[in-house]
């Protein structure tokens, strides 16, 4: 049950704004057009079931994505997002390894010349929103409660929500978690993984998933690289190994060491748009 | 846990299709997911009995196709079986690998069970 409305939606998803203790929408469920589409080639096999039945039975093929219906909602958050020449990021992690202190970092950097907006994804607490709200920019907090991750639907209403400028910023901070958020489209333009030199070099052979959806990978953390057993190249080497294409940047989100290099990159991408 | 999710989003796509075709009871579901989606079936299973509880899927089996993970070298051109979806090619030791198959996720068909007249 909601502690905040005594609703009792145990699984929903709730919105919350930082200093308004009254904002509080639930992330309802919507309509959605389902489509068919069709794969090519047939599958035939009979189950043997040793039960006897009843009535009549009929088989309904459906050949459906199980993932269709967030990822039809996605493509709709993607093209809101292109037709009105907002990029979308969205960050990835484990829990710790420096998504809100890398935006708390590179938003002063950015927000003067083009419009930074935050959508927050924690399973409880205002607290990262509160952080990013302290730096100025628009921010909505996702509790996902019991959810491991976003879904497009979350997203959706956040970013209803925002009220977001055109031609912006929007820094999307997933829940912290290798695993599930990787499966799950938001319509991002692009996906930012961020590891620290704290987690172990194999890490992206351990959670091959997250990194071969991945477009870029941001190594944090690395002032502390004098301190742990952490070989940049090797991990480097194993997150190409997953995924050929990925982009490599190495950060402290501390000492600000290696930011240039992102921001520079990021300017390039804003102004390819 | 992501396979609760899942189940619910299985389960709420079967539930509504079953209703489309006139509300039967679901009695069986097959899936096809790939050794490479990153979906535990065992795991899957398990949710999916806590997530269709007291819908008409609530007594559905599922049946689980597991095709294997195959790799095409995006440098030589051959095809071979993969685990991870990192891979080297066993011709000309590339790293470019694509992953051609094993990341299906898909709801194939379900069976409806018409109450008998
Ligand atoms: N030494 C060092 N510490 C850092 C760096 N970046 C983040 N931290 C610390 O790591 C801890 C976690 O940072 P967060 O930014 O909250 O991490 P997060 O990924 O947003 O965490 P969740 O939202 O809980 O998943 C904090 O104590 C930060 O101060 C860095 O570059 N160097
Ligand atoms: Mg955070
Ligand atoms: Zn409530
Ligand atoms: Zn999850
Ligand atoms: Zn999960
Ligand atoms: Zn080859």
Redesign the pocket.
């Given at each position: 049950m909601c502690d905040t409305c005594g609703c009792s939606t145990d699984s929903g998803a709730v919105l919350r704004k930082p200093g308004m203790t009254d904002y509080h929408i639930h992330v309802g469920a919507t309509g959605h057009g389902d489509t068919d589409h069709h794969h090519e080639g047939d599958h035939n096999h009979t189950h043997e079931h040793d039960h006897t039945h009843k009535g009549k039975i009929r088989t309904i093929a459906l050949e459906q994505d199980v993932l269709q219906k967030n990822n039809l909602l996605a493509e709709r958050n993607r093209g809101y997002f292109e037709a009105r020449n907002i990029l979308a990021l969205n960050?990835l992690?484990?829990?710790?390894?420096?998504?809100?202190?890398?935006?708390?970092k590179i938003i002063p950097l950015l927000h003067q010349q083009v419009p930074v907006s935050v959508i927050?994804?924690?399973q409880q607490t205002t607290?990262?929103a509160d952080?990013i709200h302290a730096l100025g920019v628009p921010v909505i907090q996702i509790n996902t409660g019991s959810g491991c991750h976003l879904d497009a639907l979350m997203v959706n209403s956040a970013m209803k929500a925002l009220e977001l400028q055109d031609n912006s910023l929007l820094c999307i901070?997933n829940?912290?978690?290798l695993v599930c958020p990787a499966m799950f489209d938001l319509g991002e333009a692009l996906k930012v993984v961020?590891i620290?030199v704290t987690e172990g070099d194999d890490k992206p052979l351990k959670y091959p998933t997250m990194f071969h959806e991945a477009d870029l990978c941001i190594l944090?953390?690395?002032?502390?690289l004098p301190y742990v057993d952490f070989d940049v190249r090797t991990c480097r080497e194993n997150a190409m190994r997953v995924n050929h294409h990925l982009e490599w940047f190495e950060?402290?989100?501390?000492?600000g060491e290696g930011l240039g290099v992102w921001q520079e990159w990021i300017e390039n991408k804003l102004r390819q748009r | 846990m992501h396979e609760m999710s899942i189940a619910l989003s299985i389960v709420e796509t079967v539930v509504s299709k079953a209703l489309e075709e006139g509300n039967g009871r679901i009695s069986s579901i097959d899936l096809l997911i790939g050794k490479l989606a990153g979906i535990e079936p065992q795991s899957l299973k398990f949710c999916f009995s806590a997530a269709a509880k007291g819908t008409s899927a609530e007594e559905a089996l599922l049946f689980i196709d597991e095709p294997e993970g195959l790799g095409e070298c995006g440098d030589c051109g051959k095809r071979f079986p993969v685990s991870f979806y990192y891979a080297e090619c066993p011709e000309c030791r590339s790293l470019r690998v694509n992953i051609v198959s094993g990341k299906e996720f898909l709801i194939q068909s379900m069976t409806i069970e018409e109450e008998g007249e």
């Open positions: 960050f992690s484990s829990p710790g390894s420096g998504k809100t202190s890398f935006l708390e927050e994804g924690d607290n990262d952080r901070e829940v912290g978690n961020i620290s944090n953390k690395i002032d502390l950060v402290s989100a501390k000492t | -």
